[in-house]
């Protein structure tokens, strides 16, 4: 977290996707597949191969809600500004119910 710029900064776990036009029709498809989708997310294959058998890594990703930022820049996706935080809310239910 960079405080002085309100500014999150992600590895794999959460990704915001913008733009897919730098990728071929078939990387689309398998990014679709997989369940990426244009918008901000907890990245599925990430999840599903770091979370332990029979526990949630949800109350680890709820406490990101509780730092003070309003972008987010991600491992893979571009740069978001000024909604990062309602929509890392929507992506953490999407992924946690």
Known sequence: L?????LLITTD???FW????YTSAF?????WLMGFR???LVG???LKRVTPKGTSLKPEFERLLKLDFNHLVAA?????RNEAKPMLKAALTK???
């Open 2 to 6: 960079l405080n002085e710029h309100k």
């Open 95 to 97: 992924a946690f119910g």
């Open 44 to 46: 599925g294959p990430w």
């Open 27 to 31: 990387t689309k498809f398998v990014l």
């Open 18 to 21: 913008e733009d897919w036009s």
């Open 38 to 40: 244009l918008t901000l």
């Open 76 to 80: 893979h996706g571009g740069l978001l």
């Open 13 to 15: 776990s959460i990704q």
